[in-house]
Structures are given as C-alpha cells and as structure tokens.
C-alpha cells in the first residue's frame, strides 16, 4: 500500500473530506488530492496534525504496510467509545452507499429500536446484529468486523474506527 | 446545521439544514405515524448527540452516496 493509499484511506476511515483537511491543515484541496494520488508527499511538519486527525500515529501514516483489518486494542490505549465511528459500506449493482456514524448515534438508535428500520436499496441492514458488534468495539475489537457478499453481487462491509 | 451537498454532471448545490428543522421534520413524521411520547424523547437525545458530535468534528460526512450515473450526494455535519 502506498503512503497515497494510505492517506485515502484513514481519511475516509475518519469521516472526513479532502476539503474539510485541506482547511485544517492550511494547504489547497489539490495539495491533498496529490498526496493521495501519490503526485506529491506532505510537508513533514504537518504529519503529526495529520496523525491526530486521523486517529493514528506518525509512525502508522509512514508504515507501508496495509492498515490491519481487525485489531484488539489494550484497554490504556482505547478511544473513549463515543468518539469512536462505525462505518457501514455498501455496493449494490454500482451504487455506492457510505454511512459513518458516531458510535453514539449507534447506541441510540439500538435503545431505540430504530436500526430495524434501515435499509439500503435491496440490502436489509436490520439482518446484521449491532448489539454484538456494539459488545465487540466495547471490548477493544476495531477493524473490519463484517463483510458480506449477497447473492446478487452486492456488499456490506461494516468497519470501526 | 446538517447540510446536503448534491453533485451531479450539471452542477452542485449545497442545501444547509438547521438542527430545530430536522428536529420539527422528525417529530411530524413520529406523529404521522402514531408514535408515544418516548419517540418525541429519542429524536430529542438524537439531535443532541448529532450537535454534540457535530462540535467536536465539524464537517463529519454522515451519509456518501455515489450513484452509477454520476451523481455524488452527501450529507454532512
């Protein structure tokens, strides 16, 4: 994986936009747009921001090693839960559907009962238990914990952050 | 404010939201269907946590859709 792909990626991972990045760390949406592309490199001075917004270390944005899929975090290191997003990825006959929810968000609509109600076009999100993935990220597991493939080519890949 | 940002081959408009409109949008929808008092409590404690959050992280992207023809619609904190 290159350093581009890797800053795509924990982007997206974080929720946020090439714009809103670009703003933060005082550069043009070109100029992240490049380094994503593998174009250009950051400054060096700006990887620790990068890092923090992120959610990840310097050490980890240099590593050219894929980002682990599932990790199991040491309790002293854990993010606060409530900060922390499920990112729920579906494909479907070349539609591309992304939702980042705040962990928060995820636990209220569980008390709520209202995760029975979502759906994506023909795929049924209310079929994935999100109590055990909720008890999974409780108990330090982040990474992609589901990945499915439906019989009419679609996918689901729910993923925490 | 939640803002829905529409891209499409023709153009792009940005339709900003403000917290007390989704918030009357969701109660009328819980009325229309019916619902008690707990409902009108639970879109209460959303809003709350989508402006707490919304604090904390300007600009979060909620919602990304990219539709085979084209059209990029997100919606945002």
Request: hydrophobic share 40%.
């Amino acid at each position: 994986m290159t350093i581009g792909q890797k800053l795509a990626d924990m982007r997206r991972r974080a929720g946020l936009t090439q714009d809103y990045v670009s703003e933060h760390l005082g550069v043009t949406p070109q100029a992240v747009s490049k380094w994503e592309n593998d174009v250009s490199c950051p400054d060096i001075t700006l990887l620790p921001e990068i890092a923090k917004i992120y959610h990840t270390t310097v050490d980890e944005l240099l590593s050219s090693e894929a980002t682990k899929e599932v990790a199991v975090i040491d309790e002293k290191v854990r993010k606060d839960p409530s900060e922390m997003v499920l990112h729920i990825h579906v494909e479907e006959h070349g539609d591309k559907v992304k939702i980042n929810l705040p962990l928060a968000l995820v636990v209220l609509m569980l008390e709520n009962d209202s995760m029975g109600s979502f759906s994506i076009g023909n795929i049924d999100l209310k079929k994935i238990d999100f109590k055990s993935i909720l008890s999974m990220v409780h108990s330090g597991v982040i990474g992609k914990l589901v990945e499915i493939e439906s019989a009419n080519g679609g996918t689901v890949i729910i993923e925490v952050e | 404010m939640i803002k829905i940002h529409i891209k499409e081959p023709e153009g792009e408009k940005t339709i900003p939201i403000p917290y007390f409109a989704v918030k009357s949008f969701l109660l009328k929808a819980n009325e229309a269907s019916g619902s008690s008092g707990e409902h009108k409590k639970s879109v209460n404690e959303l809003i709350k946590v989508l402006r707490t959050y919304a604090k904390k992280n300007p600009r979060f992207v909620l919602i990304d859709i990219h539709d085979k023809e084209g059209t990029n619609v997100t919606i945002s904190l």
